[in-house]
């Protein structure tokens, strides 16, 4: 799934390439995408791209007061092409691409798609004149990259779940997903399990340096590159997270998963949890 900084190079590369281009045209290949009714997608025809902004993992086009607002979900991504294909897909809901924004005349002019892989579809756009009327955003907890380690702490302060659920609650704090929130634990030598409300001053200050450490790094590494490359500069970046069975590049015990019905998460023993494995029960039963 696109995190922070995946989503900030995005819009930076927004920012270089499409704004003060016209967008001449939206085609929509898949309904189910588009979140709203109105305005229709063909409000953005004949407006100029005037910026492009993060708001958590949301990406945020704005077309001179109506905005394109994008959540690239677990499989969707922003592909980027000098030039598009004139002829409009059929909105058939199949295949991959799911909206198509040209800036410039089509089959002449830049412009991207919108596109998501595999059968579960979570790819959704909302195009909107008032930012607020989008629940998931007005529901977001404080941008990540802009707390102070006092304001970090204080929604840390009190929490009952474990580490791993709040670092990746957006309704806590915006932008960290599965795989950065793996790194970031794993830079401050912490459990997943850990009790967020529990952890001593010292274990904050380890967890706040370790992400303001983590995010920065993606997202120097991220932004400038081309689209086609950040999933790939992404992976390289990895030290235990997507990493099961591996080394641990910082002590060479063997990286270890927890898995769930539809995700997982890394980690290292010796590095986090006392050398001591994680219950995993999905992975206890199949090996019963």
């Known amino acids: 799934?696109?995190?922070?900084?995946?989503?900030?190079?995005?819009?930076?590369?927004?920012?270089?390439?499409?704004?003060?281009?016209?967008?001449?045209?939206?085609?929509?290949?898949?309904?189910?995408?588009?979140?709203?009714?109105?305005?229709?997608?063909?409000?953005?025809?004949?407006?100029?791209?005037?910026?492009?902004?993060?708001?958590?993992?949301?990406?945020?086009?704005?077309?001179?007061?109506?905005?394109?607002?994008?959540?690239?979900?677990?499989?969707?991504?922003?592909?980027?092409?000098?030039?598009?294909?004139?002829?409009?897909?059929?909105?058939?809901?199949?295949g991959p691409l799911a909206l198509r924004v040209h800036l410039g005349p089509p089959g002449e002019g830049p412009g991207f798609d919108l596109t998501e892989q595999g059968t579960k579809k979570g790819l959704a756009v909302w195009i909107t004149d008032d930012l607020g009327s989008i629940e998931q955003l007005s529901t977001l907890g404080p941008d990540v990259m802009g707390?102070?380690?006092?304001?970090?702490?204080?929604?840390?302060?009190?929490?009952?779940?474990?580490?791993?659920?709040?670092?990746?609650?957006?309704?806590?704090?915006?932008?960290?997903?599965?795989?950065?929130?793996?790194?970031?634990?794993h830079t401050a030598r912490l459990s997943p399990y850990a009790t967020a409300g529990k952890l001593p001053d010292a274990a904050v200050d380890d967890l706040y340096a370790a992400l303001r450490t983590v995010l920065s790094d993606a997202v120097d590494r991220s932004v400038g590159q081309s689209a086609a490359r950040l999933k790939g500069e992404k992976r390289s970046g990895l030290r235990v997270h997507a990493r099961t069975g591996l080394p641990c590049p910082v002590c060479a015990d063997t990286v270890r998963e927890v898995s769930f019905a539809d995700k997982s998460f890394q980690y290292c023993p010796r590095c986090q949890t006392g050398g001591k494995p994680l219950a995993d029960r999905r992975m206890s039963r199949l090996l019963k």
């Open 1 to 94: 799934m696109p995190e922070l900084p995946e989503v900030e190079a995005l819009a930076h590369h927004l920012r270089e390439h499409a704004v003060g281009r016209t967008v001449a045209r939206v085609d929509v290949a898949s309904l189910s995408v588009l979140k709203t009714a109105s305005p229709p997608w063909t409000a953005l025809h004949g407006r100029t791209v005037t910026g492009a902004g993060r708001q958590g993992k949301y990406l945020d086009l704005d077309c001179d007061g109506v905005h394109l607002v994008v959540h690239l979900a677990r499989a969707g991504w922003l592909r980027w092409s000098d030039t598009l294909s004139a002829a409009p897909p059929k909105p058939t809901g199949k």
């Open 147 to 185: 707390l102070t380690r006092d304001e970090f702490a204080g929604l840390l302060a009190g929490r009952t779940e474990r580490l791993k659920t709040v670092l990746t609650s957006q309704r806590v704090m915006a932008g960290i997903g599965n795989a950065y929130s793996d790194e970031i634990m």
